[in-house]
């Protein structure tokens, strides 16, 4: 009789967990038992599965944050025949959240899809796989594989455990909670759009003087995000871009063209433009403007100027509206807004305007130029990240034909201006010496060149060639593990600047000297 309750109870839970939902967020469980799947929690604890609480969503994005997304997509599982961890498990881990049937599993392994950056996320190909788990399989994957996989990678749930008491039974507490350090650890990490600069939510902003180049960067940027791609060797996570410029809107086609023409590939379907008059400090313009825009975007604002005309910079009032409106359009979306901005008539005392928009910022990009000509970024500001480094690039002219009246038409593209020789710095841990040592001597001795926006005449190698040449040479680490450990040895001295990497046309992911 129990063996005829638990068939059927399968095939209600397997039918109800295959419809199809989508969710932005996980549901507020103490409003109800039962969930828009028809899934109640008495069902849930009958069938295995972990409920759809705070506390074990807060769970699994914790062990997730010990699982990376830049591996082979494998065909499922998580643990060979030998119960040895498997070295492509990208699959696997999303069956893994697939299985949960929870409503906002699908956004979580989506997430976490999306941080992959050997090669462009593909929605298509992640909703196919999503689509393609079987609860029904003689040994189908559970969360509590990646659990195990998650531990073995360093993940310790123990250490959690009260976190996720806390977060469990925060309807039944005051809204305010005491936590502990060990508790203050197991927060989730702050996602990032650009890594260690600009956060995946929130208000940011890129500004410098006019002729700083300033607007042909943030485009460049822009078009990077849209990819998914690196960006001066930082780490972007795709996402779609809305460039909403309000200033030289008559050359924005032959930005476009010379992007294009520069980068050999036509500019991403997700980055899209708004070249209509937009005024911040207008409600109806804003509210209309959050209509149109996609979640989750990246939206830039260019100029901040143009975009609130009839407003007094200087002014805490005026500048708190278009704080507040622009905060506005961020949190409506979920996603980033970045405004494009000018230097004061001082440029020592950085953006022009009163000091409150400084302050609201959660990230912050200095354009220069000297009186060489030389431009440079670095990080204003940045929360979590590295504040002060500066990136030399230059703008590279391109010839786009000539117009009616036979002049030629020309527009610019950022590239990264390597001109300038420093000395070699060299890592100083054991593995990630040897490491550096065996990709650059590849690096040295390949004969790619100019791939993506390493420079014409930078050498590049593949990565899957440099994890090779660096698993070889990991003798005391088991064969198994070589890769996998690889991967990550070079993905720590990406995250140093000592390479710098992106992924071509093709898909194919290239490796480069910083």
Request: aromatic residues 6%.
């Amino acid at each position: 009789m129990s063996e005829m309750l638990s068939l059927e109870l399968l095939k209600k839970v397997t039918e109800e967990l295959n419809a199809p939902t989508e969710c932005d967020q996980a549901p507020n469980v103490l409003s109800g038992p039962r969930d828009r799947t028809g899934v109640d929690d008495l069902t849930r604890t009958l069938a295995g599965l972990p409920p759809e609480t705070p506390g074990e969503i807060a769970k699994l994005k914790s062990a997730l944050g010990h699982l990376s997304a830049n591996v082979g997509r494998g065909n499922g599982r998580l643990f060979d025949s030998a119960g040895n961890p498997v070295e492509d498990y990208w699959l696997g881990v999303v069956w893994a959240i697939r299985s949960l049937g929870w409503l906002c599993g699908e956004a979580i392994a989506r997430k976490w899809s999306q941080t992959i950056t050997r090669k462009a996320y593909c929605e298509e190909g992640f909703r196919k796989a999503w689509d393609a788990y079987d609860p029904l399989h003689s040994k189908p994957v559970t969360v509590r594989s990646l659990y195990k996989l998650a531990s073995a990678l360093g993940w310790q749930e123990t250490q959690c455990l009260n976190a996720l008491s806390n977060l469990a039974s925060a309807g039944n507490q005051s809204k305010y909670q005491l936590l502990s350090a060990i508790e203050i650890a197991q927060l989730p990490a702050i996602s990032w759009r650009l890594k260690g600069i600009f956060p995946e939510t929130g208000l940011c902003a890129i500004f410098g003087p006019s002729g700083s180049g300033k607007s042909f960067l943030a485009f460049d940027l822009g078009a990077t995000i849209a990819q998914g791609e690196e960006w001066f060797g930082v780490k972007t996570s795709v996402t779609e871009v809305v460039y909403i410029l309000l200033e030289g809107e008559a050359g924005l086609k032959h930005r476009v063209e010379a992007w294009e023409k520069g980068r050999s590939k036509p500019l991403p379907t997700n980055f899209r433009f708004v070249i209509q008059p937009m005024h911040l400090m207008t409600p109806e313009d804003v509210e209309e403007l959050i209509n149109v825009l996609p979640k989750q975007a990246v939206i830039f604002v260019d100029t901040l100027n143009r975009a609130a005309p009839t407003a007094d910079e200087n002014s805490s009032r005026d500048m708190g509206q278009i704080l507040e409106a622009a905060s506005r359009i961020a949190r409506s979306t979920k996603g980033l807004v970045i405004l494009v901005h000018h230097t004061g008539k001082d440029q020592g005392r950085g953006m022009r305007g009163h000091s409150s928009l400084f302050a609201a910022l959660d990230g912050c990009i200095e354009v220069s130029r000297d009186a060489a000509g030389n431009r440079s970024w670095s990080v204003a500001k940045s929360k979590d990240g590295e504040d002060g480094k500066a990136t030399r690039f230059k703008l590279v002219s391109h010839d786009l034909g000539k117009d009616a009246d036979g002049e030629e038409i020309r527009s610019c593209t950022v590239e990264r201006d390597i001109s300038q020789t420093f000395a070699p710095r060299m890592p100083k841990g054991k593995n990630q010496l040897s490491a550096f040592k065996a990709v650059k001597l590849l690096i040295d001795n390949s004969p790619d060149h100019g791939k993506c926006q390493s420079g014409p005449s930078t050498r590049c190698v593949r990565v899957d060639d440099a994890i090779d040449a660096v698993a070889n040479i990991l003798l005391t680490t088991e064969a198994n593990k070589r890769r996998h450990t690889a991967k990550k040895v070079i993905d720590n001295l990406k995250d140093q600047a000592y390479f710098s990497g992106g992924i071509d046309s093709s898909g194919e992911a290239w490796l480069w000297l910083a």
